[in-house]
């Protein structure tokens, strides 16, 4: 298939999607006379969508309607708009608290995404960091993503070569299994100048309703203030700010229950 006809389908297909939002339920002859297409080939880019399950067909009237797959969609959308408002308030009490930038990051394919951030009171410069892509195996928040990843995707974003920002990055997939060990057991993570020289970094999860690991709050700030003796102090304010996170992401700690 040609890349035109591709996004041809593509544009279609979404275009069906809008139809049946507006309509509830339609034929597919009533969906290939608004696309204007043959009926076969509006029941291919139907039968597409129903097979992810993003419509379904009624037997009943032999109409088709928008599915529950939808509903997943539009639920991982709310969930991270969710995330950002609900984060954002602990987020600038942990910034006054600790005085330094905290932010809060989600996995996205194999790097994090910081969705909302806090200036500590200590910070002299400002850099916004929403927005913007880091890496995993370098960043106290990357940490925390890759150790609650199952095994199979732990070990695909190990998979050598990682890069080196600094003198102190870890680049060994088995020193990083070890670290990411710790982080479970331990509840956080920390990156010692290992993605910019002079800047150190500990984070801690926050879970969703499920209970799943759906981000990760971070402190950092120079290694001169946030300092190696200072580490577990800020680490433990950041897991109470994280689990404040998760008790409005709807997350019940059955074992403190």
């Known amino acids: 298939m040609a890349d035109h006809d591709r996004v041809q389908s593509v544009d279609r297909a979404i275009r069906i999607l809008e139809m049946l939002a507006r309509e509830g ?43 529950a797959g939808l509903l997943r969609l539009a639920g991982a959308t709310a969930s991270q708009l969710d995330l950002s408002s609900e984060a954002q308030p602990v987020c600038d009490a942990l910034a006054g608290d600790v005085g330094e930038t905290t932010n809060v990051a989600i996995l996205s394919g194999d790097v994090a995404i910081n969705v909302c951030q806090a200036q500590g009171t200590s910070t002299v410069t400002t850099h916004n960091w929403v927005g913007q892509r880091t890496v995993l195996h370098a960043t106290s928040s990357g940490k925390v993503l890759l150790a609650h990843l199952d095994s199979h995707q732990r070990a695909r974003l190990l998979r050598p070569p990682l890069q080196r920002f600094t003198e102190a990055t870890r680049c060994s997939a088995q020193e990083l299994r070890s670290d990411l060990g710790a982080v479970r057991k331990n509840g956080w993570a920390r990156a010692i100048e290992e993605y910019e020289d002079g800047l150190n970094a500990v984070a801690a999860p926050i879970r969703g309703h499920d209970g799943k690991v759906m981000a990760a709050l971070s402190a950092a700030g120079p290694a001169y203030r946030l300092s190696l003796e200072r580490l577990p102090d800020v680490a433990a304010r950041v897991m109470t700010a994280a689990d404040e996170v998760s008790a409005r992401m709807g997350y019940r700690n059955r074992a403190s229950a």
């Open 25 to 67: 339920e339609m034929t597919v002859g009533q969906v290939a006379g608004q696309l204007q297409v043959h009926s076969s080939t509006a029941s291919r880019l139907i039968d597409t969508l129903a097979s992810r399950e993003l419509l379904e067909r009624s037997t009943a009237h032999g109409s088709i309607r928008l599915a």
